[in-house]
């Protein structure tokens, strides 16, 4: 079992920036790929960002070009996915999640963060 706590969200204004980070703890040597996902009031939840163990990452379409996510070396106990998010919009407002899988597929249902919101003003 992977336990994961977000950070990080705020209020920021159009145009500023934001870096989440999700801290991973439990069995993190299964962990193959992690992502971050988001809710906007009254929407579906949706992918973001995601990177996997050879260090591939993968973007919506949304945010390509504004925000990366990346992830250092699993250390000790903990492993730590980040999304830097720049030129934030009023619609990138939404509660991130993040998710980690023990296999290349994502989302994996067992293992989602609590969340943190973001709201970004205009």
């Known amino acids: 079992q992977v336990q994961l706590v977000e950070s990080g969200g705020g209020l920021v204004q159009a145009g500023g920036s934001l870096r989440l980070s999700c801290a991973a703890s439990?069995?993190?040597?299964?962990?193959?790929?992690m992502g971050w996902y988001r809710q906007a009031p009254g929407k579906q939840r949706e992918a973001v960002a995601s990177?996997?163990?050879?260090?591939?990452?993968?973007?919506?379409d949304s945010v390509k070009g504004r925000f990366t996510i990346s992830s250092i070396s699993r250390d000790n106990a903990k492993n730590t996915v980040y999304l830097q998010m720049n030129s934030l919009k009023p619609e990138d407002t939404a509660v991130y999640y993040c998710?980690?899988?023990?296999?290349?597929?994502?989302?994996?249902?067992?293992?989602w963060g609590k969340g943190t919101l973001v709201t970004v003003s205009s």
């Open positions: 990177i996997f163990s050879n260090g591939v990452t993968h973007y919506a």
């Open positions: 439990g069995n993190i040597r299964e962990i193959n790929a």
């Open positions: 998710n980690a899988s023990p296999t290349r597929v994502l989302p994996d249902a067992n293992n």
